[in-house]
């Protein structure tokens, strides 16, 4: 209550009260010559031995490291000052306690403490201030110094790790009793590993943990081993990983998609995963023990086959169910690829591709068969047969280009090597126009009727496999209508219908989570199953993905194949969207439609280089004032409640990121590794690198089809292009991106129109969230104290769009300007503007 309660005043460092207590949260991660007084003086010779033999910037970062240390232990301090201090005192009274519980009191310290006393004054922590630091300098001095950056036993560092699982579950019980426990979960994030592997796991050298060297990545290898312990989940997932020499090492991952509850830790990261870390950043943690620290889940890769036969395929999606149900969509997504790669699965990928095949064998234009390929290879991405037949149909269907960059896919994909084949689409191979194209041929609802009847007769006595096989013989003896129907009654079966439901609710997760290409190709796939129960929800995911996409006439299209209301409803939006598409929206009412209505759009503005400040954007043309000239959808938006500001901070440098920034910088990393049209959009925004800024189309900014220069059909992901420079992000460009391009703002929650965005229009309110979201086309807008465009949300009480409007004429050639912030000093610190 108290962290909760002080938090709102906006003035808060870590959960404690900035004017109260500043100096004792504030500890600088200085690279001082201050903390190498301390650790010569404290830490083990061992230890003093590395630090000499490290590199200036290694040094610095062990330093860092070791201030870390101190400040975990000094919050530890105050945190139990407080809870024994504060416990059962009223409201009223708590102030005044507090401020005489951190009083400036005289101390007198031992003389053996000097050096640590001094480190801690000079990084600006008025020790004065903090209650039972005697006691504290004595545990650092006797306890904890003496042995950090020391390499523990396997034995004690297991026991170690096993007692804090079972503390972290008592923990979590404790807080589902009472949700408004105080917690200070916080991570030091200054000591890390600031880049990505760009490099294929496999042409990567084997390495051993005694190959590690401190505060280093190990450039060139992997190291390759098993998890002993059960993981747990504090801010990141910790956990130990024993290598084939039986050497074991604490390992901390951050960032893991899917790994937000300990529920799914235990689920993600089980005692015997075979995993594999990329180029291992070795640091001593918070903790004070020698740790890899994983921030990027690209750098680590999860060897799944040994584990994949213990969990049933109904039960892993019944995991994943239950996780989209609770709104943890990424851990669905997780659960459901999950299950796509049981061994169950693999008869069903067998029948599409086989039936791909066979309507490549008859008259049709490759419609179908291209359909089929795309869905095998959600199911089985490496299989080269389904990779063939996908080629062929783009062949058939007379789109070369297409399908030299499929070829390429394949051939990367397989392991094998080829020239980069950029493709740039030609008229008859406009993704919109390919889209309406594609999804013009038969309607699955009217895909063979009998399967579904043969089905329930011939499982009683055939296998999938057995269909399968029946099927293939038809094939061969060139009746290719029996075939097709022999395969999609295959396909009718039991755990068919399993996979179909699996990318079918795959496809409604990634439109959750912003991903409407990968919503297309799960969806798409799901429709070339017979018809069933979950027909008509797939049809109405497949037209809010083309949506989004502006594949408007595929949408319109995809969309009558339902007569369910939910897609005749959304069908009867779809000439309004067009209007969308085309004009924007034509007033600030207008864009309070649903935001799933709204499509992405770019009126008369162009990026150009203005003097002085970089990007921008200017007016093609004259513009009236209350036009709208810009939608855009974000990539990111997070939002915390403020009187939950305390239980989460990154501290990075000497900055102290609010928990919504935290959010959004982890989400990026989470979702760049998988998500290369997301990937694409962060490249071209600016990172506060002094490198020369390239004039891009805006419309590359936005979400469609052809950004990622992807084949049809599929998701986009880097697995599946074959774009190792796409794998990951670093967790520090990502908070850079952030901090140069993002939009911060607080709001209310009283009714449901609260506003969250700051406007003219609305009274000042007391604040009770607090939202970062990232608009790749609207963060080239610049700041003018006199701005000519405002931003309106996108829809009623969403964040996830938004609109910009024109405040007054625009000339041709006049920068578009909106307003950062009011306040001088934000202005002035985080954009170096100072206002006239």
Same mark, same amino acid.
């Given at each position: 209550?108290?962290?909760?309660?002080?938090?709102?005043?906006?003035?808060?460092?870590?959960?404690?009260?900035?004017?109260?207590?500043?100096?004792?949260?504030?500890?600088?991660?200085?690279?001082?010559?201050?903390?190498?007084?301390?650790?010569?003086?404290?830490?083990?010779?061992?230890?003093?031995?590395?630090?000499?033999?490290?590199?200036?910037?290694?040094?610095?970062?062990?330093?860092?490291?070791?201030?870390?240390?101190?400040?975990?232990?000094?919050?530890?301090?105050?945190?139990?000052?407080?809870?024994?201090?504060?416990?059962?005192?009223?409201?009223?009274?708590?102030?005044?306690?507090?401020?005489?519980?951190?009083?400036?009191?005289?101390?007198?310290?031992?003389?053996?403490?000097?050096?640590?006393?001094?480190?801690?004054?000079?990084?600006?922590?008025?020790?004065?201030?903090?209650?039972?630091?005697?006691?504290?300098?004595?545990?650092?001095?006797?306890?904890?110094?003496?042995?950090?950056?020391?390499?523990?036993?396997?034995?004690?560092?297991?026991?170690?790790?096993?007692?804090?699982?079972?503390?972290?579950?008592?923990?979590?019980?404790?807080?589902?009793?009472?949700?408004?426990?105080?917690?200070?979960?916080?991570?030091?994030?200054?000591?890390?590993?600031?880049?990505?592997?760009?490099?294929?796991?496999?042409?990567?050298?084997?390495?051993?943990?005694?190959?590690?060297?401190?505060?280093?990545?190990?450039?060139?290898?992997?190291?390759?081993?098993?998890?002993?312990?059960?993981?747990?989940?504090?801010?990141?997932?910790?956990?130990?990983?024993?290598?084939?020499?039986?050497?074991?090492?604490?390992?901390?991952?951050?960032?893991?998609?899917?790994?937000?509850?300990?529920?799914?830790?235990?689920?993600?990261?089980?005692?015997?995963?075979?995993?594999?870390?990329?180029?291992?950043?070795?640091?001593?943690?918070?903790?004070?023990?020698?740790?890899?620290?994983?921030?990027?889940?690209?750098?680590?890769?999860?060897?799944?086959?040994?584990?994949?036969?213990?969990?049933?395929?109904?039960?892993?999606?019944?995991?994943?169910?239950?996780?989209?149900?609770?709104?943890?969509?990424?851990?669905?997504?997780?659960?459901?690829?999950?299950?796509?790669?049981?061994?169950?699965?693999?008869?069903?990928?067998?029948?599409?591709?086989?039936?791909?095949?066979?309507?490549?064998?008859?008259?049709?234009?490759?419609?179908?068969?291209?359909?089929?390929?795309?869905?095998?290879?959600?199911?089985?991405?490496?299989?080269?047969?389904?990779?063939?037949?996908?080629?062929?149909?783009?062949?058939?269907?007379?789109?070369?280009?297409?399908?030299?960059?499929?070829?390429?896919?394949?051939?990367?994909?397989?392991?094998?090597?080829?020239?980069?084949?950029?493709?740039?689409?030609?008229?008859?191979?406009?993704?919109?126009?390919?889209?309406?194209?594609?999804?013009?041929?038969?309607?699955?609802?009217?895909?063979?009727?009998?399967?579904?009847?043969?089905?329930?007769?011939?499982?009683?006595?055939?296998?999938?496999?057995?269909?399968?096989?029946?099927?293939?013989?038809?094939?061969?003896?060139?009746?290719?209508?029996?075939?097709?129907?022999?395969?999609?009654?295959?396909?009718?079966?039991?755990?068919?219908?399993?996979?179909?439901?699996?990318?079918?609710?795959?496809?409604?997760?990634?439109?959750?989570?912003?991903?409407?290409?990968?919503?297309?190709?799960?969806?798409?796939?799901?429709?070339?199953?017979?018809?069933?129960?979950?027909?008509?929800?797939?049809?109405?995911?497949?037209?809010?993905?083309?949506?989004?996409?502006?594949?408007?006439?595929?949408?319109?299209?995809?969309?009558?194949?339902?007569?369910?209301?939910?897609?005749?409803?959304?069908?009867?939006?779809?000439?309004?969207?067009?209007?969308?598409?085309?004009?924007?929206?034509?007033?600030?009412?207008?864009?309070?439609?649903?935001?799933?209505?709204?499509?992405?759009?770019?009126?008369?503005?162009?990026? +150009?280089?203005?003097?002085?400040? =970089?990007?921008?954007?200017? $007016?093609?043309? !004259? /513009?009236?004032?209350? %036009?709208? *000239? @810009?939608?855009?959808?974000?990539?990111?938006?997070?939002?915390?409640?403020?009187?939950?500001?305390?239980?989460?901070?990154?501290?990075?440098?000497?900055?102290?990121?609010?928990?919504?920034?935290?959010?959004?910088?982890?989400?990026?990393?989470?979702?760049?590794?998988?998500?290369?049209?997301?990937?694409?959009?962060?490249?071209?925004?600016?990172?506060?690198?002094?490198?020369?800024?390239?004039?891009?189309?805006?419309?590359?900014?936005?979400?469609?089809?052809?950004?990622?220069?992807?084949?049809?059909?599929?998701? +986009?992901?880097?697995?599946?292009? =074959?774009?190792?420079?796409? $794998?990951?992000? !670093? /967790?520090?460009?990502? %908070?850079? *991106? @952030?901090?140069?391009?993002?939009?911060?703002?607080?709001?209310?929650?009283?009714?449901?129109?609260?506003?969250?965005?700051?406007?003219?229009?609305?009274?000042?309110?007391?604040?009770?969230?607090?939202?970062?979201?990232?608009?790749?086309?609207?963060?080239?807008?610049?700041?003018?104290?006199?701005?000519?465009?405002?931003?309106?949300?996108?829809?009623?009480?969403?964040?996830?769009?938004?609109?910009?409007?024109?405040?007054?004429?625009?000339?041709?050639?006049?920068?578009?300007?909106?307003?950062?912030?009011?306040?001088?000093?934000?202005?002035?610190?985080?954009?170096?503007?100072?206002?006239?």
């Amino acid at each position: 209550d108290l962290c909760g309660r002080l938090s709102s005043s906006g003035r808060l460092i870590g959960g404690l009260a900035k004017e109260i207590c500043p100096p004792a949260l504030s500890i600088a991660m200085s690279k001082n010559h201050v903390w190498q007084v301390v650790l010569e003086k404290h830490c083990h010779t061992s230890v003093r031995q590395k630090f000499g033999a490290l590199g200036t910037s290694a040094q610095s970062l062990m330093l860092d490291a070791l201030a870390a240390t101190v400040d975990r232990v000094l919050k530890a301090t105050l945190h139990a000052a407080i809870k024994s201090n504060l416990a059962g005192v009223e409201d009223a009274d708590k102030d005044r306690l507090m401020q005489e519980l951190f009083s400036r009191q005289p101390r007198t310290f031992p003389p053996s403490s000097r050096e640590l006393v001094d480190a801690l004054r000079h990084t600006g922590v008025e020790v004065e201030c903090i209650p039972g630091l005697e006691g504290t300098l004595n545990n650092l001095m006797t306890q904890i110094l003496p042995v950090w950056g020391m390499p523990s036993s396997k034995d004690s560092l297991l026991t170690r790790l096993r007692q804090h699982h079972l503390q972290r579950k008592q923990h979590d019980l404790e807080l589902r009793d009472n949700p408004k426990m105080m917690q200070m979960l916080e991570t030091t994030s200054a000591v890390r590993k600031d880049t990505c592997s760009r490099v294929d796991w496999r042409q990567l050298r084997s390495a051993s943990v005694r190959d590690l060297s401190l505060f280093e990545a190990l450039s060139g290898a992997r190291l390759d081993g098993i998890l002993v312990v059960m993981p747990t989940l504090t801010v990141g997932v910790l956990t130990a990983l024993e290598d084939c020499n039986g050497e074991v090492i604490q390992l901390g991952l951050y960032n893991m998609p899917g790994a937000n509850t300990q529920v799914n830790v235990e689920r993600l990261l089980p005692e015997g995963t075979r995993l594999s870390v990329l180029e291992p950043f070795l640091k001593v943690m918070a903790d004070g023990v020698p740790s890899i620290r994983i921030d990027n889940p690209a750098d680590v890769v999860i060897h799944k086959d040994a584990l994949q036969h213990q969990t049933s395929l109904d039960e892993v999606k019944r995991v994943g169910n239950a996780a989209f149900g609770g709104g943890n969509f990424e851990a669905a997504v997780v659960n459901w690829e999950e299950a796509l790669s049981h061994p169950d699965v693999d008869q069903v990928h067998l029948l599409l591709s086989s039936r791909a095949q066979a309507h490549l064998a008859g008259d049709g234009g490759g419609e179908e068969a291209l359909r089929d390929a795309a869905a095998a290879l959600i199911l089985r991405p490496r299989d080269q047969k389904a990779w063939l037949r996908f080629v062929d149909s783009l062949r058939r269907m007379g789109l070369q280009c297409l399908a030299a960059r499929a070829e390429f896919c394949m051939r990367q994909s397989l392991g094998g090597t080829c020239a980069h084949v950029e493709v740039r689409p030609g008229e008859s191979e406009v993704p919109e126009q390919l889209m309406s194209r594609v999804f013009e041929v038969t309607p699955p609802a009217q895909l063979p009727q009998v399967a579904a009847g043969e089905a329930q007769c011939a499982e009683r006595h055939l296998s999938i496999e057995d269909l399968r096989m029946a099927a293939d013989s038809a094939y061969k003896s060139g009746d290719l209508d029996i075939a097709i129907e022999k395969y999609s009654t295959g396909l009718a079966t039991p755990s068919a219908v399993l996979v179909m439901q699996i990318l079918s609710n795959l496809a409604a997760a990634s439109l959750k989570l912003g991903r409407p290409q990968d919503a297309l190709a799960f969806a798409a796939a799901a429709l070339r199953f017979p018809p069933g129960s979950s027909n008509d929800k797939t049809v109405l995911r497949l037209g809010q993905a083309l949506l989004q996409l502006r594949c408007l006439d595929a949408a319109a299209k995809a969309l009558s194949w339902s007569a369910a209301k939910e897609c005749k409803a959304l069908a009867e939006e779809v000439p309004k969207c067009v209007v969308r598409a085309h004009c924007g929206v034509s007033s600030e009412q207008d864009s309070e439609a649903s935001a799933s209505l709204f499509v992405e759009f770019v009126g008369p503005v162009e990026v +150009a280089l203005i003097e002085g400040k =970089g990007r921008g954007l200017k $007016a093609i043309h !004259s /513009i009236a004032p209350g %036009e709208c *000239i @810009l939608i855009n959808r974000s990539l990111v938006s997070e939002t915390v409640d403020e009187t939950q500001e305390g239980t989460l901070r990154q501290r990075h440098g000497k900055k102290i990121m609010d928990s919504s920034h935290s959010k959004a910088a982890s989400v990026l990393v989470r979702n760049v590794a998988r998500d290369l049209a997301l990937r694409r959009r962060l490249e071209m925004l600016y990172d506060a690198n002094k490198g020369e800024l390239q004039l891009i189309p805006i419309r590359s900014l936005l979400q469609h089809l052809d950004l990622t220069n992807m084949p049809p059909l599929l998701p +986009a992901q880097a697995s599946l292009v =074959g774009d190792q420079s796409a $794998a990951g992000l !670093s /967790i520090g460009r990502a %908070e850079h *991106i @952030l901090e140069m391009n993002c939009f911060g703002h607080t709001w209310h929650t009283a009714g449901d129109n609260a506003p969250w965005m700051p406007s003219k229009k609305t009274a000042p309110l007391t604040p009770s969230k607090k939202t970062t979201s990232l608009y790749p086309a609207v963060s080239l807008l610049n700041h003018s104290c006199h701005p000519n465009a405002e931003l309106v949300p996108a829809g009623p009480n969403t964040r996830e769009m938004t609109a910009v409007f024109t405040l007054r004429d625009i000339a041709q050639g006049e920068e578009i300007t909106i307003s950062y912030s009011e306040d001088k000093e934000v202005l002035k610190s985080k954009w170096g503007i100072s206002p006239s």
